[in-house]
């Protein structure tokens, strides 16, 4: 039985390791490699949203985090207002390394 | 005309309301099963059917079935790869899990309702609310300190100090890292949350326009213009679902891959 097609087209074989290989190869040149298959397809609407909420998320956590220690030692507006101000720091913090993530070329980074 | 009225009298954040469905208390802990955790349940048992469907009966040329669940697989296997490299396979599960839930639940949040039914077996969406949301970037956040410094100990904690930094900016920095740290699972669930909130609080307010004009009278021709913009918004809703779902997903591989190699 797989005798009799083995020399038509080898990709019947299951004892044949490197079929799927040679499948891949053979997709992959019909494609002629159009298709690069990358999570950068970050949409203007999603970059939007993710730098949005980067921004306002920090200055809520320090502002609770402020409001929180304000209570806690009776000090009202002087926490709450150096952690809305932290939170700003922290939240430009976000938006400039989200920014730096959706940069096209970014190769790996150089962190590390 | 009567449905004309239900969807001219109820207002546009009527659709967010959880309502119980089997009342069940534990002392001051109402744990009842509600309309969120039916559309939650919905949302898992679409995703099990789908992906026993498309791996229930494996070949090598995919039908079409398959070819789904497939790209699916691939699809959340390369962002991983991608983002945190081979070593951050080990999240997989975790990640294809949270990715597909997601998916499932912006998705069938866009169902529709079936007309004259209770309201409490109208169609919900689970991710308009923030605490859940919430929730599923809390798991995120806990998975990545926990793993954090499991795998580099104290070491984790370099990520809070970034090198050549002045040693006097040092503590301000520090406290600014932390608190950029802290606000991520924040930032997550108030992306999807909103998204979710605000497309749904749309489409029903287009809904409530092409009510309203129809019986308006001569003016019942407009009603064409909010119904179009109704479709376009619906559309859109469509791909948000997948965007957001998506999103959710790679910044989680990103934090995670924090914690994998903690150095900035």
């Known amino acids: 039985m797989v005798m009799a097609d083995k020399d038509q087209t080898s990709y019947e074989d299951p004892n044949d390791e490197d079929r799927l290989d040679r499948l891949g190869q053979k997709i992959a040149k019909a494609r002629g490699e159009k298709h690069e298959t990358g999570p950068e397809t970050h949409s203007t609407l999603g970059k939007g949203w993710r730098l949005a909420t980067e921004l306002v998320a920090a200055p809520m956590v320090a502002g ?29 913090l976000n938006v400039t390394r989200a920014m730096k993530e959706m940069e096209p070329d970014k190769g790996d980074d150089d962190d590390e | 005309m009567t ?51 498309a791996t229930r009966r494996l070949s090598l040329v995919p039908g079409r079935t398959q070819s789904a669940g497939e790209s699916f697989y691939i699809f959340i296997a390369d962002m991983l790869r991608g983002v945190a490299g081979s070593e951050g396979m080990k999240f997989f599960p975790y990640i294809f899990t949270l990715f ?40 995120t956040f806990t998975l990545v300190v926990v793993y954090g410094f499991y795998k580099n100990g104290l070491g984790f904690l370099k990520l809070f100090v970034p090198s050549g930094v002045p040693i006097l900016m040092l503590p301000l920095i520090t406290i600014i890292e932390i608190v950029s740290f802290l606000s991520r699972p924040i930032s997550l669930g108030i992306r999807l949350f909103a998204n979710m909130l605000a497309g749904h609080l749309i489409l029903k307010i287009f809904a409530t326009f092409v009510a309203s004009l129809l019986v308006a009278g001569p003016w019942a021709v407009l009603s064409i213009l909010p119904f179009m913009g109704n479709v376009a918004v619906l559309l859109l809703e469509l791909l948000i679902a997948f965007l957001q779902a998506y999103v959710f997903a790679i910044l989680s591989c990103i934090y995670i891959n924090d914690a994998i190699h903690p150095s900035h």
Do not use: Y
Request: aromatic share 12%; net charge negative.
């Open chain 1, 64 to 92: 609770a985090m402020g409001l929180g220690l304000d209570r806690w030692l009776g000090t009202l507006p002087l926490f709450l207002l150096i952690g809305i101000g932290i939170g700003f720091a922290a939240g430009m």
């Open chain 2, 3 to 53: 449905l004309l009225n239900a969807i001219m009298l109820a207002g546009p954040m009527e659709q967010f309301e959880i309502m119980q469905i089997i009342p069940f208390h534990v002392g001051n802990l109402d744990l009842s099963f509600t309309n969120s955790s039916l559309w939650m349940v919905i949302g898992v048992a679409a995703i099990s059917l789908f992906m026993f469907m």
């Open chain 2, 100 to 139: 597909m839930f997601i998916f499932a639940s912006n998705l069938l949040g866009l169902w529709p309702s079936i007309p004259g039914t209770p309201a409490k077996w109208h169609t919900f969406t689970p991710t308009s609310h923030l605490i859940v949301t919430f929730a599923l970037g809390m798991v």
